[in-house]
């Protein structure tokens, strides 16, 4: 006969291995449920500083990436794009990091048989060479010669910037300082206070061309042939100096300069248009030197400073060149958390002078309609610091991307 007890014990011991393995598969179930359901998805945490960091952290993440290269989380296409808007500007070497040259360079050496970028190194090349000629033109050969080493560096083969070479070198050595005309020149050309005494019968003589008259032809074939400034000896510049030397304020001295003021002040507006401010400075300083009107320079240098702006406004930067005071994170749309789907926005706008955003347009992105309006919304809601540029707060083109991601 069995024991009393050992019948109950027995069932014991069965009843509770059911208990624990029934408790096993609750807990099993229930761990499944938490991994696959994620019910801690909504909660947002803020994870760093954003003036410090500029990322906003959530579970799920979406947080904002500022480039600090010009072709960091951007494709070739979206860099060949930014590169030609700061060629239209003129903002061939300007700034360093995003001009189009830098923004092409780039370009080729992540991917040094794009055709794309060659071909736009090679316009934004042949751009700098013509800038490096006004240099020349100007005596700015130091100018005209890092300009040219920068394109020969890249494109050791460009032709014309081989033959600007030669040019600079040729200038290089002939340049002296100009110094004032030597005293039998400006005896030469003064009209003698005594005519000599003639000889009584002798024949009479040509009549002498007046100096200002051979100086004047001398002016006016030297503008002609577009030698404004040099070469030394040889100039409209040079040969205005002597008239003026001679008599200032005879007519003809003063046509010459009205002349010579005209093309001066076009000069300027050539280079003004083209964002080439050094060469645009140096004109309107020439101008003034000639004796221009103080209030029509004035109004050109303005010009020049608009025309400035203007570019570095419309030329998009990284928004990693401003500086970011207040800062909304994404929200991270439901219906992509819910499915766990990642995804990025690319986004331009316009930092008012005031810092504020406007104009804010998502200009690509991973999906055609997740993440976009959440993206806009954010950046329509962050400041910025003004941009300073020539002592002026300007508005600024920018771009940045927001990545929505699970950690």
């Known amino acids: 006969m069995s024991k009393p007890g050992a019948?109950?014990?027995?069932?014991?011991?069965?009843?509770?291995?059911?208990?624990?393995?029934?408790?096993?598969?609750?807990?099993?179930?229930?761990?499944?449920?938490?991994?696959?359901?994620?019910?801690?998805?909504?909660?947002?945490?803020?994870?760093?500083?954003?003036?410090?960091?500029?990322v906003m952290s959530t579970s799920p993440t979406a947080e904002a990436v500022i480039p600090t290269s010009a072709v960091a989380d951007r494709t070739i296409e979206e860099s060949l794009r930014l590169a030609e808007l700061a060629q239209a500007a003129g903002m061939l070497f300007e700034p360093p990091r995003y001009s189009a040259w830098s923004l092409y360079m780039e370009i080729l050496e992540s991917d040094p048989a794009n055709a794309a970028a060659r071909d736009g190194a090679k316009r934004v090349a042949d751009a700098i060479v013509a800038r490096a000629s006004t240099a020349l033109e100007q005596g700015r050969i130091e100018a005209a010669k890092e300009s040219i080493e920068a394109v020969l560096a890249r494109l050791p083969d460009h032709a014309a910037a081989l033959q600007m070479t030669t040019q600079i070198e040729e200038s290089a050595a002939g340049r002296e300082a100009e110094a004032d005309a030597p005293a039998v020149l400006i005896a030469a050309v003064k009209p003698a206070t005594e005519a000599p005494p003639r000889r009584a019968m002798a024949p009479a003589a040509p009549p002498a061309i007046s100096p200002l008259r051979r100086l004047r032809g001398q002016f006016d074939a030297a503008l002609s042939a577009g030698q404004l400034l040099l070469p030394e000896g040889e100039s409209a510049k040079h040969f205005f100096n002597l008239m003026a030397k001679v008599d200032d304020s005879d007519p003809a001295v003063t046509e010459a300069r009205d002349a010579l003021l005209v093309t001066v002040f076009q000069r300027a507006d050539e280079a003004t248009q083209a964002v080439d401010a050094a060469a645009a400075e140096t004109w309107l300083?020439?101008?003034?030197?000639?004796?221009?009107?103080?209030?029509?320079?004035?109004?050109?240098?303005?010009?020049?400073?608009?025309?400035?702006?203007?570019?570095?406004?419309?030329?998009?930067?990284?928004?990693?060149?401003?500086?970011?005071?207040?800062?909304?994170?994404?929200?991270?749309?439901?219906?992509?958390?819910?499915l766990e789907i990642e995804g990025w926005v690319d986004l331009e706008f316009v930092?008012?002078?005031?810092?504020?955003?406007?104009?804010?347009?998502?200009?690509?992105?991973?999906?055609?309609?997740?993440?976009?309006?959440?993206?806009?919304?954010?950046?329509?809601?962050?400041?910025f610091e003004p941009r300073i540029f020539l002592d002026q707060p300007i508005s600024q083109t920018t771009y940045t991307r927001i990545r929505f991601v699970f950690e």
């Open 7 to 54: 019948r109950s014990a027995a069932g014991l011991d069965a009843n509770d291995l059911l208990l624990y393995l029934g408790a096993a598969v609750v807990a099993s179930v229930g761990l499944s449920w938490l991994i696959l359901a994620k019910p801690w998805a909504g909660a947002t945490t803020l994870v760093d500083s954003p003036r410090n960091s500029g």
């Open 285 to 338: 300083d020439e101008a003034a030197g000639f004796g221009a009107d103080t209030r029509r320079v004035k109004q050109a240098r303005a010009a020049l400073t608009e025309r400035l702006i203007e570019a570095q406004s419309g030329t998009p930067v990284p928004a990693a060149t401003l500086v970011l005071a207040a800062y909304v994170p994404p929200r991270y749309p439901s219906s992509a958390a819910n």
């Open 351 to 383: 930092v008012t002078p005031d810092g504020s955003t406007t104009d804010v347009m998502a200009v690509a992105g991973s999906h055609e309609e997740l993440f976009r309006t959440e993206a806009v919304a954010a950046v329509q809601n962050w400041r």
